[in-house]
């Protein structure tokens, strides 16, 4: 799998929290770099990966490849869909 060519999209300061945006649009894939401030210094940063039209965040960026992956190999092979628990599954958000 390719790695993301992470681009800045924009930079969003919170009340207590700076957010970095980047995006890859080739894979629809985003990353937020979030870093807690308090007092007079910043907390270390915590990566945040998601994939559009995916609702959970990845940890890391090999996760999120895996995930990535997976998603691509599923569309690949429509016929693992078909099993009526898998459908009621996805429909419930368990995978």
């Known amino acids: ?38 007092y007079s210094y910043a907390e270390h940063p915590k990566n945040h990966y998601y994939i559009d039209g995916v609702r959970r965040p990845f940890r890391s960026e090999d996760a ?12 690949s092979h429509p016929s693992l869909f078909r099993s009526p628990w898998r459908r009621l599954a996805y429909a419930l958000n368990m995978l």
């Not at 895996?66 to 599923?74: D, G, S, T, V, Y």
């Open 64 to 75: 999120m490849l895996r995930a990535l992956e997976f998603r691509e190999n599923e569309s």
């Open 1 to 38: 799998m390719v790695r993301p060519d992470w681009s800045f999209v924009r930079s969003v300061y919170l009340s207590r929290k700076h957010c970095l945006i980047y995006r890859d649009e080739e894979l629809g894939v985003q990353l937020q770099v979030e870093t807690l401030l308090r």
